[in-house]
């Protein structure tokens, strides 16, 4: 089969990091445009300052990787979805629950996949971490996810905004490792949203979940964190307790450390390719219907101003 053109909407530093090399690094597709407004291209390959300006005057494409923030993402999914592209949604999928579930609509209208990538899900702990726990019995889970945004986000105005998450950005990672490998669906109960007073998105949170068999869950969320960084998921079950950590990266179980090969984007653009030869599309809004819940019913607690 020929490659799958694919243009990269967004040229930041998780396309830079993450999207481009998955890309060069998978025969299924190849690179045939950037888009943005303010960024630089790649040497070699066809770059536009819109996606109008793509459509319009670059060369074809059969699919697009939406990098941009999520505020603005809508939008363009429409565009490029109305011209028959496959769309590649960067988490969260959009700014909005709304948007997703219209943006999975109108894919399926005009027969184009749409596949909203959870990276955190194909970290190399999770698959194994998620067949281990469906044969037990759940009793508690602790989700402790801190880090420093200065080190993780510099400079990044939109995801203070509302819709870009605030410290949920990096902790809808761990709802979507969360969602996925818990053999039941959860719930939110409370959380308290610690909001800097001159932001518009919490710096740090404290959520109760449970599961629908009525095990608890709690998760702890901040990006004031200095030195090391924390991203782990302790589940405690009635055969001994699993951790998750470096986020999703490493899998201990009771008989030991898994230590496997971390290929989270990698998978990711696999799952996308088979995604569009067959024809389908991967909409899951768990993770982020989590997050909508937090916001609507979490308490505010305003805290001092912060600061790049």
Same mark, same amino acid.
């Given at each position: ?26 025969? /299924?597709?190849?690179? *045939? =445009?950037?888009? &943005?407004?303010?960024? $630089? #291209? +790649? ?68 027969? /184009?996949?749409?596949? *909203? =990538?959870?990276? &955190?899900?194909?970290? $190399? #702990? +999770? ?72 932001? *518009? =998105? ?107």
């Amino acid at each position: 089969m020929d490659p799958i053109r694919i243009a990269v909407v967004g040229v930041g530093k998780i396309a830079r990091d993450q999207h481009l090399p998955a890309i060069a690094g998978n025969a /299924a597709f190849s690179l *045939a =445009a950037t888009v &943005s407004p303010h960024d $630089a #291209g +790649v040497d070699g390959v066809s770059h536009h300052k819109s996606l109008d300006e793509l459509i319009a005057s670059g060369p074809a494409v059969d699919a697009v990787a939406l990098c941009t923030p999520p505020q603005v993402r809508y939008d363009l999914a429409v565009q490029a979805l109305d011209k028959g592209m496959h769309v590649f949604l960067e988490k969260p999928p959009g700014a909005t629950l709304s948007e997703c579930v219209a943006l999975s609509s109108r894919a399926e209208k005009v027969g /184009a996949t749409l596949f *909203a =990538a959870w990276h &955190s899900r194909f970290a $190399a #702990g +999770v698959a194994p971490a998620r067949a281990w726990l469906a044969e037990r019995r759940i009793e508690s889970v602790s989700i402790v996810w801190r880090e420093d945004v200065r080190v993780w986000h510099p400079g990044q105005a939109w995801i203070w905004e509302p819709g870009g998450l605030g410290v949920f950005d990096p902790g809808i990672n761990a709802l979507s490792i969360l969602t996925h490998i818990l053999p039941r669906p959860v719930f939110l109960k409370t959380a308290t949203l610690e909001i800097p007073a001159n932001r *518009a =998105a919490p710096i740090a949170a404290q959520i109760d979940f449970r599961d629908t068999a009525g095990a608890p869950i709690h998760m702890d969320l901040d990006w004031r964190q200095t030195g090391p960084q924390s991203w782990d998921i302790v589940v405690e079950t009635d055969a001994g307790m699993l951790k998750l950590s470096n986020g999703g990266a490493v899998l201990t179980l009771p008989t030991g450390a898994e230590h496997n090969e971390d290929m989270e984007y990698p998978g990711l653009y696999a799952r996308f390719a088979n995604l569009i030869r067959g024809g389908r599309s991967d909409v899951d809004i768990a993770p982020l219907r989590l997050v909508a819940d937090a916001f609507l019913r979490g308490n505010r607690q305003a805290v001092d101003a912060f600061h790049d």
